[in-house]
């Protein structure tokens, strides 16, 4: 069984800076991507930065520049980096890994949500 632990969340001011963590463990064969998705009340959730299957890393056009998401492989461990918080900004994060077994088999864990809340 695969877990994905968050951590990191938090109040801040507009204008801080939050880092958040992903730590995944249990039976881990491999990773194919890895990343960070965000749901506002009432919005759809949508990609906040990532690691993808194709080996880019994609960013939200509403955080380039600001956000920066990283990752420790021997660790199992995402990480997102976020500067110049905004209120728009405000909302659950959740990390996505999606994992391969050994015979192929792809699955999608996620972490249980950290809420950020960026106040005016």
């Known amino acids: 069984q695969v877990q994905l632990v968050e951590s990191g969340g938090g109040l801040v001011e507009a204008g801080g800076s939050l880092r958040l963590s992903c730590a995944a463990s249990?039976?881990?064969?491999?990773?194919?991507?890895m990343g960070w998705y965000r749901q506002a009340p009432e919005k759809q959730r949508e990609l906040v930065a990532g690691?993808?299957?194709?080996?880019?890393?994609n960013y939200a056009e509403s955080v380039k520049g600001r956000f920066t998401v990283s990752r420790d492989n021997a660790k199992n461990t995402v990480f997102l980096q976020m500067n110049s918080l905004k209120v728009e900004d405000t909302a659950v994060y959740y990390c996505?890994?999606?994992?391969?077994?050994?015979?192929?088999?792809?699955?999608?864990?996620w972490g249980q949500g950290t809420q950020v809340t960026v106040s005016s």
């Open positions: 249990g039976n881990i064969f491999s990773i194919t991507s």
């Open positions: 996505n890994m999606r994992l391969r077994d050994k015979w192929g088999a792809a699955s999608d864990f």
């Open positions: 690691f993808m299957a194709t080996g880019t890393t």
